[in-house]
């Protein structure tokens, strides 16, 4: 019986979770969850964003469900003071989560909330697998005398990982996104793609694009691409500017995987402190991110379809929440995601 640790969080983050949870126990009954208290939540009950003992637990667990941290409560500048989103940065690190997931799958129904044109979205179905944990924002970095600098740093086995990801993802095509005419992390980078799909994955075709064209190729011809992988930096912009193709915060799930301990599954929003507690959350972001965990968590590919297509149905016949322009509740949208299943 696969055993999910489940981390509500903060603001919406117990609410959506709990939509979640109804969802998963709709489709894979033979889960089990055991909730923990981490982020603001974690600090007023124990001192600390998140315990020894849960993240302890968390490493136990086959599959980590987190539903937001942070808000004003937690707010601080005090240097040293405790701060809600060590909670992330500690499961990062702590469960080794190097690849950064995003699906970017807009849906039919809400084809009019993303500004590009409904014929250059439809049908896209893109996957953006970003290295999480090492590059530009975790390398050596100073200012001194009026000058700064940051540092870009990839070891082969950094890249023969994420690459890796990225290739199990895919079903025919991996996009490897570098600036190669430039750097030489992405020449190395793309020198370790070439081989790691001529020895592991010659049956699925690779392509190599410059981050600049990518970018442009993602607003002029989005369904071209089926997974991106990419370094950190990169796929940080790039996975924003593809969210723009979906139109709501509120609908985006990301899965972050980890070398050979639990995954950890999460919407891209925050804990959205200024709609606490009035039950108007969007619950389909949590929602979808169960369906991640489903699939890249535990394996459960048709189990994570059923739940993705019962969403795509419940929108199909009109639900929207607040952030989506209706007047859906969330138990509203939970409900009536649960039909369609
Ligand atoms: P946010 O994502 O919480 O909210 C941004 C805006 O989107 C708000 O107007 C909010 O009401 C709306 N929104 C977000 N999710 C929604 C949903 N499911 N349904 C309907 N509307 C939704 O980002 P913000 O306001 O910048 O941050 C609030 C707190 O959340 C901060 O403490 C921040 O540090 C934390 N945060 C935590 C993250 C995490 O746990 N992974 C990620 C981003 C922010
Ligand atoms: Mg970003």
């Known amino acids: 019986m696969p055993n999910i640790a489940l981390l509500p969080g ?19 009954t033979d889960l089990t969850y055991d909730e923990h208290k981490v982020g603001g939540a974690g600090i007023d009950e124990y001192g600390v964003a998140m315990t020894d003992d849960t993240m302890a637990a968390c490493k136990a667990s086959d599959a980590v469900l987190l539903g937001a941290v942070g808000g004003p409560k937690w707010d ?42 409904r014929e250059l979205i439809e049908n896209v179905d893109m996957l953006i697998v970003r290295e999480l944990t090492g590059g530009l924002y975790y390398g050596e970095r100073g200012t001194k005398d009026g000058r700064a600098y940051d540092t870009l740093v990839y070891t082969v086995e ?16 991996v996009t490897s996104v570098d600036k190669a005419n430039v750097l030489d992390t992405s020449r190395l980078w793309r020198d370790v793609a070439t081989r790691i799909h001529a020895e592991e994955f010659p049956t699925i075709e690779l392509e190599h694009e410059l981050v600049d064209a990518a970018a442009m190729k993602l607003i002029s011809a989005p369904r071209h691409f089926e997974v991106i992988v990419t370094e950190n930096m990169f796929g ?10 979906t ?28 709609i ?24 459960r590919e048709a189990e994570a379809a059923a739940v993705e297509s019962a969403v795509d149905k419940a ?27």
């Open 276 to 299: 606490t507690g009035q039950g108007i959350a969007n619950p389909i972001g949590m929602i979808l991110s169960g369906a991640l965990l489903l699939r890249h968590g535990l394996g």
């Open 158 to 173: 950094e890249i023969e990982r994420i690459v890796r990801a990225g290739f199990r993802a895919a079903k025919s095509r």
């Open 10 to 28: 903060d603001g919406i983050g117990p609410e959506v979770a709990t939509a979640a949870i109804e969802v998963l126990n709709a489709v894979a």
């Open 236 to 245: 940080d912009i790039l996975s924003d500017e593809a969210s723009m193709l």
């Open 247 to 274: 139109g709501s915060l509120g609908m985006l799930p990301t899965a972050s995987l980890g070398g050979d301990g639990p995954s950890m599954f999460e919407p891209v929003h925050g804990s959205a402190p200024d």
């Open 76 to 117: 601080t500048n005090e240097t040293g003071a405790v701060r809600a989103e060590d909670a992330l940065f500690g499961l990062r690190a702590g469960l080794g989560l190097y690849a950064n997931l995003r699906p970017i799958r807009p849906l039919p129904a809400l084809y009019d909330a993303s500004p590009l044109k």
């Open 315 to 341: 929108l199909d016949k009109g639900i929207r929440s607040r952030d989506l322009g209706g007047t859906a509740t969330t138990a509203e949208v939970t409900k009536a995601v649960l039909e369609e299943l």
